[in-house]
């Protein structure tokens, strides 16, 4: 990557150069670093630099980074006769030498990008696949960066492309392994894993969780060791890890939980924490599930599931049933907790909202503390993450009850494309989960 960023001249084009890295390697860090580098040469090699990612807060973010670098090494910015700042702001980076980066995001994407009499003649590419894109928003990114990002260049425009392969028909994916109709003369490297020859097993703790264990492989980064990446692996769980720093995502869009990991338990240890959340389907008779469920978290973190409410209830019937539920889980004997929280679904608009606040007061006169509204946003699969993680981790139990074959069929049979028919279960107990432990953390937390 060194040796390309050093062998770009002023006015020489040369073939788009595509390079998969894994998540944790460093591939954002190293093309801040490379920018901030050819822009501190006496003899410009590039004069506009485009950097582009998913979203403009993240292409703002990465030119933020670069700005850092140049200021550490003293480059001047760029000063208006009345010896005003030309521009360094967010989004917009401009030297004293006549260097200047600008950040892009996909979903801002816009024809004409131009500054003042310079056009981008380097595109960096970063972080432009989601996991969470199906086959119309690949298209939709397909189309940004052939129409509009790339023929925006200059004639002499150089382009690098940096991204982990998280998704098998991402662009990143396309571009490796030949599918993508465009940069036609591309240079593609082959690629890198996180560790070469990854083994892993599972073991069980003296305290009955499962954990990971890497056996052998060889790291290709020495700042990304085996043991940062075994914690990694225990963070965020070996499927995650495999996808997003191995590669791994030949049919990684086909089995999302490992349900015959979902094993029963016949008693109850203590709980730390048990949660109660709910997915309402206001159909009676048919249709859509009401679903309830009571989740607790042990001192080991081992998650398990104490009971489920299932039913085809009208907006009467299922108001009292959620009721009834909370009570009966709050005063089942063999249920021992320290901390009881119940989440109530808010659909957006007025009417969830105002039904989710009724809900609320209802649960409180019936003496639940700790209960709230949430609102129901992101895609379910990604609302799921963490709880697929404690299955496919074994991590996971089942209190022994009628429920628990259709629990386990419904999860067996849930896809990330939404092509699944029911999934009541599988977003009331994500829900009571992510309540128990939060969501929100990032890459950058684990590493």
């Known amino acids: 990557m060194w040796q390309w960023f050093d062998s770009l001249k002023p006015g020489e084009y040369q073939p788009a150069q595509v390079e998969p890295w894994p998540r944790g390697g460093a591939k954002s860090t190293t093309s801040e670093l490379g920018t901030a580098y050819i822009g501190s040469k006496a003899e410009l090699p590039r004069r506009y630099v485009l950097y582009v990612s998913e979203t403009q807060d993240q292409a703002d973010k990465h030119v933020a980074a670069i700005a850092t670098l140049l200021e550490a090494i003293g480059i001047d910015r760029s000063l208006s006769v009345y010896g005003h ?8 980076l401009r030297t004293a030498s006549g260097f200047n980066v600008e950040s892009l995001g996909l979903d801002t994407a816009a024809r004409g990008i131009k500054l003042d009499e310079f056009r981008p003649d380097l595109i960096i590419f970063d972080d432009i696949d989601n996991q969470e894109d199906n086959g119309k928003a690949t298209e939709k990114k397909i189309r940004a960066i052939t129409t509009s990002i790339i023929p925006a260049g200059s004639r002499d425009c150089c382009i690098l492309f940096l991204q982990n392969l998280i998704i098998e028909n991402g662009i990143m994916s396309q571009l490796v392994d030949g599918r993508a109709d465009f940069l036609l003369d591309r240079i593609v490297g082959e690629p890198e894993p996180a560790v070469r020859n990854l083994v892993v097993e599972t073991f069980e703790r003296e305290d009955g969780r499962n954990v990971h264990r890497i056996v052998s492989g060889e790291p290709t980064w020495a700042g990304q060791d ?15 890890f495999l996808r997003e720093s191995q590669h791994e995502v030949a049919g990684a ?10 094993v029963t338990v016949e008693c109850l240890e203590p709980f730390d924490e048990v949660a109660i959340a709910f997915d309402i389907g206001a159909t009676e008779g048919g249709g859509d599930y009401t679903v309830g469920a009571a989740v607790g978290k042990q001192s080991n973190d081992v998650i398990v599931v104490i009971d489920v409410l299932r039913g085809q209830w009208g907006s009467d019937g299922y108001e009292r049933r959620i009721v009834e539920f909370c009570i009966y889980v709050r005063d089942d004997p063999r249920i021992l907790y320290k901390k009881l929280k119940v989440r109530i679904p808010q659909d957006p608009g007025a009417a969830g909202k105002l039904w989710a606040e009724k809900m609320v007061r209802i649960l409180q006169k019936a003496g639940f503390k700790d209960v709230a509204a949430y609102p129901v946003s992101k895609k379910k699969s990604v609302r799921a993450r963490t709880w697929q993680a404690y299955v496919n981790d074994g991590n996971a139990r089942l209190l022994k009850g009628t429920w628990n074959t259709d629990f386990r069929d419904e999860h067996q049979g849930f896809k990330e494309d939404e092509s699944h028919v029911h999934d009541d279960q599988v ?20 590493l």
């Open 427 to 446: 977003d009331a107990t994500s829900d009571a989960v992510n309540t128990l432990i939060p969501m929100g953390l990032t890459w950058a937390d684990f």
């Open 253 to 262: 869009d086909g089995v999302f939980f490992h349900s015959t990991k979902l």
């Open 85 to 92: 700042s030309k521009g360094w702001k967010r989004n917009q």
């Open 226 to 240: 085996l043991q940062s990446c075994e914690e990694l692996i225990n963070k965020i769980g070996l499927r995650a």
